[in-house]
């Protein structure tokens, strides 16, 4: 498929221990969710406005972080393009991890998972998060069907039960690319709603004035393009170098070029678009919110603006810097 597939290997002592850590952290999570379960969400600190949004902060941060793989992995596909087909699969990959963890954090955010069951039973259409949950599982379901067809005929030639009786063939291969299209053609939509709803349950907030906007949807996709094809970056560099996986240094560069296009389409542009016509609208009490981003007690503002979004512009903004792999990981 591409020159990312390498040998399989087998984990070493280091793997061993990696993976060990996370099932104690897994373990850990499980057992502190137990007993959520039998105390109630009281134990979560709900009077505490942190810990309060907390899962559905996470659930939207993962919900961006998921975007980044499968449109970066997809837009080529649907343009019959070879580009970037050394991340595609690991794209994919860190896309639907990160949409299951999102669908996830749902069911502690319920309080009782049993309540998920109305999201089937008795959906109200006029809730946000109805459409919301509808579109993550849609969305996971088609990162699991792009992660197996973009890997399916490299496991059939490792001869892997994974490939589910596939074989290895040119025709194969080239009748692969075509549902490749038509999947990208799907999920590229698919992902555009998926931010725009997750938007929107912000946007439809009454007791938020600051986010009734027609730009949150757009504000949310660029958020996510950052956020997602920053992870990307970051997951496809460290499996370079820690593993026999390899990633096409001009892809990398290539990559990190367009990530600097997506945080001056979203700090510079949408930002000043959102913010500016509130000045205006005294409403919205635009001038008593930009003052506590500025001055206030938040340096949240800064920390993301400055921080997260004008040194790494400036940073990929120069070729020379942006051709270091060191650089894209630092951005």
Not at 21 to 38: D, E, M, N, P, T
Not at 63 to 83: C, E, T, W, Y
Not at 226 to 246: K, Q
Not at 267 to 290: K, S
């Amino acid at each position: 498929m591409s020159n990312a597939v390498t040998s399989p290997g087998k984990f070493g002592t280091r793997g061993k221990a990696w993976i060990a850590a996370l099932s104690v952290l897994v373990l850990a999570g499980l057992v502190a969710w137990a007993y959520q379960l039998s105390q109630g969400l009281i134990v979560t600190g709900m009077d505490n406005v942190f810990s309060w949004g907390l899962y559905i902060m996470l659930f939207v941060f993962f919900v961006g972080l998921s975007a980044g793989g499968l449109i970066i992995s997809s837009v080529p596909k649907f343009f019959h393009s070879d580009r970037y087909d050394s991340i595609a699969a690991l794209g994919v990959l860190v896309s639907f991890a990160c949409i299951v963890v999102a669908g996830l954090l749902i069911l502690p955010d319920l309080g009782r998972p049993t309540r998920v069951v109305g999201f089937f039973l008795s959906p109200d259409f006029r809730s946000p998060m109805v459409w919301d949950f509808g579109i993550v599982i849609l969305y996971g379901a088609l990162n699991l069907w792009y992660l197996w067809l973009l890997t399916r005929r490299d496991l059939a030639a490792r001869g892997s039960p994974l490939a589910l009786g596939v074989e290895d063939s040119d025709p194969g291969r080239e009748r692969d690319r075509t549902l490749m299209f038509w999947t990208a053609a799907l999920a590229l939509p698919t992902a555009v709603a998926l931010h725009s709803v997750t938007g929107w349950i912000f946007a439809t907030q009454i007791g938020r004035g600051d986010w009734f906007s027609p730009l949150v949807a757009p504000v949310f996709i660029a958020k996510a393009l950052v956020s997602g094809l920053g992870l990307l970056l970051v997951v496809s560099i460290l499996a370079d170098r820690l593993t026999n996986y390899e990633v096409n240094r001009e892809e990398l560069t290539s990559l990190g070029k367009l990530l600097g296009i997506f945080l001056a389409l979203h700090v510079v542009y949408l930002l000043a678009a959102e913010r500016l016509p509130h000045a205006w609208a005294n409403h919205f009490e635009f001038w008593a919110i930009t003052e506590s981003f500025l001055i206030g007690e938040s340096v949240y503002f800064w920390l993301w603006t400055v921080v997260g979004g004008a040194v790494p512009l400036v940073m990929l903004m120069i070729p020379s810097l942006r051709k270091r792999v060191s650089v894209i990981f630092t951005a």
